[in-house]
C-alpha cells in the first residue's frame, strides 16, 4: 500500500507522520517527534544556530531512514516559522538538500494557517470558528465562515519567543504578566478584522491547547481519554490560567496532566490563549488534534476540496481500514435511517440523534474484528476509540450505548463509566435508537439486504410493518418478532407485521 | 471470501456457526442457537416428537437462509443423540433432505466424542486429560494421552433425560441425589477404562461447564470475562454443587451467572460433572469453549492434524485476520526471541515467560488497527480481548503488561485491573521481558528488518549489543539508547552498543 511521510519542521521540534494510504482513506502507523528547537539560541540577524543545524540535519536523515525503511513512501517536508525568518535559510536549505536530497518547502504564514485551517476543518464538524495555533515561535490565526477562510494571520510570536523575551521560563510574577497581557492585547489590536471574530468558539491546535485540555480533563475526572474535540468553557480556561500562572517550575511540574518537556514554556503559551480569549470573548475552547499536518495530508489526499460530511468520511475511513462487513453496515444504516424517518411523528427526536443513529449503525458490529465473543463489548470499547470526527465526545458516546442496547436491550446503562455524561433524556434516546437499530439489524439478518427497506404505519396503538424484498422473508420477520419485544415500551405502540 | 455453515443438531438445542476462511484461517461471523429440544418428548420406542420434528424443519430452513445469505457458503450439519437413537432417524433425514436439501450427517458416539478431542486440542495446550461433553441426552468422556485419543466413550444420558428421569426439573433433595449420585457413579464404573483416567485435569465441554465457571467467577470477582480456559479447583467445584444443589428453581434464578433457560436443567447436568469429579479424583475442571463445532471446523481446516503449537496457529490466524503489520511483528519476535536467548544467564526466566513474549512481541502493535494514538492501551484491550489459545489468562494478561511496558517503560502495573492475577515475581517478569521486547522493538524501528540480529556479549556489569545489517545502523542505534534507560535497573548490566 502506498505510504506517505509528512515532516513538519518547527521551530520548537521536528515530527514525522507515517500515513498509509489508500484512494482517498487513510491509516496513521507511525509518529515520531524529536525536540530539536531549531528556533532557539539565534542570532540577532537571524541566523540559525549552528548547533541547531546540526541536530535538524541529524533529525531529518533519521526521518529519512524511517520512511525508505517502509518501502515506496513520497516525503513531504514544510517548514514553518524558524526557518521561514533565518536570514542564512536558502544556506539551510542547500544544505539539506545536498546532505539528504531532501526538498524542504518553507510555508508562508499564510500558507500555514491555511493548512491548519486545513486540518481543522475535514476533522471537526463546525462552520464558523476562530482557530488559533501557537507554534513554537508564531502563532496563527484563522478566521473561518461557512466551512472557508474569511481571514488569517500569522503572528511573529510563540511559545519560545514570549518564554525567552519575557524570561518566564522559571516563573512569572504579576508585573511582568501585566506587561505580557497589555502586549498580547495590543498585537491582537493591530489585527484589523479580529475584532470582528468576536463570540466564536475558539479552535485551538497545537501541544499547549492539548497540554490544557488534559490538565482540565484530570480536574474534572473526565471519563473520556480523547482530546480531539474536546470542549472547555472559556470562564474554566481562564480560572486555570489564574490558578497556575504564578507557580514556578517546581510546582508547574506537580500539575496533573501537564507533560514535563513542556512545563517550561507553558506560561508563555498559556498567555497567548488567555490573552485571545479575552480580546475575542470566545465562549469556548475546543481542542483539535488535526493541524498543519493534517491539513496537508488532506490536501495530499483530496486537494483543495473540503470534506462537507466529515462525520461520514471519518466512518467510511475506518470502514476501509478495519475488517468489517461494509456491504451489511451500510444496509442496516439505510434500515435505520428509513425507521428513523418514518417513525420522526412518534420519537420526535432531533439532527443529533440521527447523527447519533448513523454511528451506531455504521459500526455496530466493529467489534467482531477482535473476537466474535462479547463482539458487543468489544464495538463499545472501538467505538469510543476510534478515530470518529463529527461527533461531541457525549454523542459519540451515545452511539456506543445505542450500538449495545441494540445487541443487548437490557444492557445495565447506569452501571456503564460513561453514563455520567448522560441526562436522563439522553438515556431515554439511546434506547429508543437502540431498539430502531436494532430492529434494523434483525431486517438484515442475512446480511444479503435481502429486505429491500420497510413501509411503517401507525394505526391507533399499533405500528405495522411491511418489509419490502424480492425473495422470502420468513427469518426476518422471525427475528422480528424475537426482538420487537421492548418497542412497546419504549415507544408506547405495538409492532405488528404485515 | 469462502464461508462455511456448521450446523449441530443436538437433543436441547441446534446451533449454526458460520466461519470465513481463508487457507487454514478463519473468523467467526455468527453465531445463532435456537433451543428446539428435539429430544424431549420422545416416545417410548424412541419416535422423535412431530411438534419437534416440525420445530427442527424451521429451524433449519432458517439457518439455510441465514448461511444463503452470505452467498458462496457451505453447509456442513451434523446430528447428535436425539437423532441418533431415534427410531424414526431414516424418515426424519429423508424429510429434511427432501424440505431443505439438507443431508444430515448422523454422527456416532465415538465420534461425537472425537469433533469434542478435535475442537480442545486444537485450541488448547494440553497433552494428558479427561474431556467431558454433557448435551441434552448423552455425555461424552474421552481420555486424552500425548494429544492423541486413548479411549471414549458416549453415555446415553445428559442435561434433559436425567433431569426428566430424576424430576428435578423444581428441585432435589437429598434422597434423591443419593440415588441420582449412585446411579451415576455405577455408570461411570461399567467404564473398563475409566478408573485409568484419574487425577488428570478434567475439559469441560459445554452449556453447563461455561455457566459453572461464570457462576464461579462472579463469586470470586474475577477480573477476567473470558470462560475458555478458565480454571477451578475442583474442591472449589463440588462445594459450589453442595450449595445450589438442593436450591428449588426460584433461588437457582437468583444465582449470579446462571442462565436463565439453563436453571431448569443445571441440577440434572451438574450431578454429572461432580459425580466425575469424585469418581477420577480430578484435581481441576478447566473450561473449554470450543467443542464439536470447532472440531469440525478444524477438520475441514486440515484434516486429522492435530495443531503442535496452539499458540503459534491461533496467533497467526488473528495477525491474518486483523490489519497488522505482519513482517514487522515477525522480525520483532525474531530479535527479542535471540535477545531473551542470549540473555538467559542474566534473567533466568523459565519456558511461560518465552510463550508470553512471544505473544507480546507479534501482537505488540495490534492496537494500531483501531487507533493510532494512544495505540498501546487499544493492544492491551485487544491481546486481553482477542481469542488467543494455548496460554492460562495469567500468561494472557502477563503478555499484556510485556506489550504495554515494552511502549511505556513507566507504566504502573499496580494501578491496573487485571494486577490481582500477578504474584512479586510475576511482576519483575512482565518488566524484564517488556525491556526486551523494548529493545527489540527499537531494533526494527524502520519496519524493514535492517538489523537482521543482535550478538549479545557479557563483560563484567556491561552487556554489549551488536547489530547485525547489510546497511548503516544510526536510526536503530539512536533509538536503542533512547530506550535502553531502564535496562540497567531491571538486569544489572550497563547497555553498550558496539
Redesign the interface.
Known sequence: MKKIGIIDIGSNSIRLMLIEVSGNYF?????VKETVRLGMGMTEDNRLNPVRIERAIETL??FK??C????ECELFPVATEAVRRASNQAEFLKLVESKLQIKIKVLSGVEEAYYDYFGVINSMDYSNVLIIDIGGSSTELIWVEGKTVKEAVSLPFGAITITDQYGIREKMNSTIEKELNTYLLSQFGRISWLGGATNLPLIGVGGTIRNIARISRKNTNYPI?RSHNYIMDSADVLNLYDYIKFNNSEQRKKIKGLSKDRSDMFLGAFSVVSALIEFCSSPQLIVS?SGIREGLLHEILHGDKVINDVLEFSINNIIE???I?KQHAHHVWKLAESLYTQLQPIHKMNGNSYKILKTASLLHDCG???????YH??SF??MA???INGLTHKELIMAAYTMILSVKENFVLDKSPYVKLLTKEDKLIVQRLGTILRLAESLD????G?VTDVVCELRSDNLFLRLLSEG?T??ER?TVEDRGSNFYKLFGKTLELE
Open positions: 491509516r496513521i502507523i507511525d509518529e536523515s533519521y531512514s524511517l525508505e525503511g517502509l518501502g481519554d488534534g481500514t478495519l475488517s462487513d467482531k474484528a477482535i473476537n466474535f465473543y462479547s463489548k468489544h470499547y472501538m476509540s476510534l478515530p439478518k442475512k446480511r444479503n435481502n422470502t420468513e427469518s422471525k
